[in-house]
């Protein structure tokens, strides 16, 4: 729990003086996100791009 507490209290340190609790959700948000994508690509838990081409033609094809 200490890293955590660490990673958000650097991450206040780098956020303007003028920020909103919008915003501090925001980048708590995609720092988590960003972090599962990492964890997720260190497991393996990736997909090619051309797999992902193949599964979202159905909705990028115009017809």
Known sequence: MQ????????L???LPEDCTLD??????????KIENGLKDADAGRVITQKEVEKRMSKWLDEK
Do not use: M, T
């Open 3 to 10: 890293a955590a507490k660490k990673e958000v209290s650097e």
């Open 12 to 14: 206040l340190a780098r």
């Open 23 to 32: 915003d501090i959700q925001y980048h708590l948000y995609a720092l988590q």
